[in-house]
């Protein structure tokens, strides 16, 4: 090959993303910058540019606009991942919120453990703002209710997916044994999403982790924080703190079927469950997903004491969730 024809081909650069399962081939020159490779996915994919995350494309996530390929010492041939939903398949925004940064309160803020005879429920002012949303806000069904199942509400930042973890690809943030606990857990119960986000953004890390897809389980529906509401609990040290909570009554109302008995809410706070304290079980924050994955088997005890529960208890009211992982030993032998 001639020096003319080789410094050409040097001069290019083939890049192959993946995005929604799917496989796309750019061929571009090194000068090209960040900024228009992102201009031809859009145009491609129909994701636009401030909905794009670019992952492994250069040493950090999202690299500057304005950088060249050529500054990020691609090789000829390089390969990464965009997460982002397309225009068509975003979930209607309920909240109609401008903002489209993902809303997720700083989880290594503060927590608290609500008594069980808490009184937060039963407060005037809240159940007015429970009446409220239960009025204003609509549901979106994905997935009919079956009939006899009882019901998982899940959070997903740091229950199940490490957001703001450094790792390249979404596999890697997702926490381990993920979709084992689907799956299992979808025999027993109806799976309900429920995270402190946006619909945008929690559509797009629910498609890229696979989970609206999968055909082993499904899911009924998300929601969002649009309903959530605020309220004010008393700190062990009797100091008023507000905060938002997931009030379980808004899916009883809408869907009777589910009770105070047949329900459980998995969350990494247990500041969600001030509302319903008897219904929550916390489990560990799954953070810095890089260090910690390899032994993080959170997900796999979980669904153990899950199926166990739906199938040998008739009324999740007698147990104390705190105890879970003790009632696991306890009960569910041969797990190590």
């Given at each position: 090959m001639g020096d003319a024809a080789q410094a050409g081909k040097d001069s290019q650069v083939k890049l192959k993303v993946k995005w929604n399962g799917k496989a796309i081939e750019l061929d571009v020159s090194r000068e090209t910058t960040v900024g228009e490779v992102?201009?031809?996915?859009?145009?491609?994919?129909?994701?636009?540019?401030k909905r794009q995350k670019l992952i492994g494309?250069?040493?950090k996530a999202n690299p500057p606009d304005d950088a060249t390929l050529d500054s990020l010492q691609l090789k000829s041939s390089h390969a990464f991942m965009m997460v982002g939903s397309a225009e068509s398949n975003i979930l209607p925004d309920a909240s109609a919120l401008g903002d489209e940064l993902p809303e997720v309160v700083n989880d290594l803020d503060w927590d608290f453990v609500p008594d069980e005879q808490t009184d937060v429920g039963r407060t005037p002012e809240n159940r007015k703002k429970l009446e409220e949303k239960v009025r204003t806000v609509d549901v979106r069904i994905i997935s009919e209710p079956r009939p006899g199942k009882k019901l998982?509400?899940?959070d997903l930042d740091y229950t199940l997916l490490d957001f703001k973890g450094t790792a390249e690809n979404m596999n890697e943030l997702k926490r381990p044994?993920?979709?084992?606990?689907l799956t299992a857990c979808y025999e027993h119960f109806d799976i309900v999403v429920w995270s402190q986000t946006s619909w945008r953004w929690l559509e797009m890390k629910l498609t890229e982790m696979g989970i609206l897809q999968n055909p082993a389980f499904k899911v009924?529906?998300?929601?969002?924080r649009t309903s959530m509401f605020s309220?004010?609990?008393r700190m062990s040290d009797g100091r008023l703190?507000?905060?938002e909570v997931k009030p379980l009554e808004f899916i009883w109302t809408k869907f009777p079927e589910y009770n105070a008995s047949n329900t459980v809410h998995i969350d990494d706070l247990s500041r969600n469950f001030a509302m319903n304290p008897k219904q929550g079980l916390r489990i560990s924050a799954f953070r810095e997903s890089v260090r910690v994955r390899k032994n993080d088997r959170e997900l796999f005890f979980l669904a153990h004491y899950l199926v166990h529960i739906a199938i040998n208890i008739p009324d999740f009211l007698t147990l104390k969730h705190s105890r879970w992982s003790e009632y696991v030993a306890e009960n569910v032998p041969g797990l190590t």
């Open positions: 992102r201009e031809r996915l859009q145009e491609l994919t129909e994701v636009q540019v494309l250069g040493k998982l509400v899940l044994y993920c979709d084992e606990l009924a529906f998300v929601l969002d309220v004010q609990s703190r507000t905060h």
